[in-house]
């Protein structure tokens, strides 16, 4: 578990794929060179990109790279993009293992309510 979560009560204690969850929307949602210390934290403007398939390709890779560098818990195995139903709106998979369970990561990329959101799949 993480450090901060060790300070809360036992019944509020968030699980690993919770902290993964939240990890990764705050990385999504910071842009490159804007205030992180560290090079290549967070994703690119993507304005100058001219294409579609362009930028759903870097934003792709800047997922990857996020990951494997800066989340160690998560063992990437791949992105795609999942929701193609709008230009405007996009979503994309994280597969991945945490442990030695399979995870399924949404990114969604709208202005409302945040940025950048990171949903964790559901499970029965």
Known sequence: MGLLNKFRS???QKGVER???DNLASIF???????????GL???GYSNISSYTGAIKEIISDIEYNISHFEKRAELLGVELFDVSSVLYLKFQIKCKI??????????????PEPIS???????
């Open 10 to 12: 036992i019944n509020k």
């Open 19 to 21: 902290e993964v969850a």
């Open 29 to 39: 949602n910071m842009k490159q060179n804007f205030g992180a210390w560290q090079r």
């Open 42 to 44: 967070g994703l690119e």
């Open 99 to 112: 442990g030695k369970k399979f995870h399924s990561f949404y990114v969604g990329f709208t202005n409302y």
């Open 118 to 124: 990171v949903e964790e799949e559901e499970r029965e």
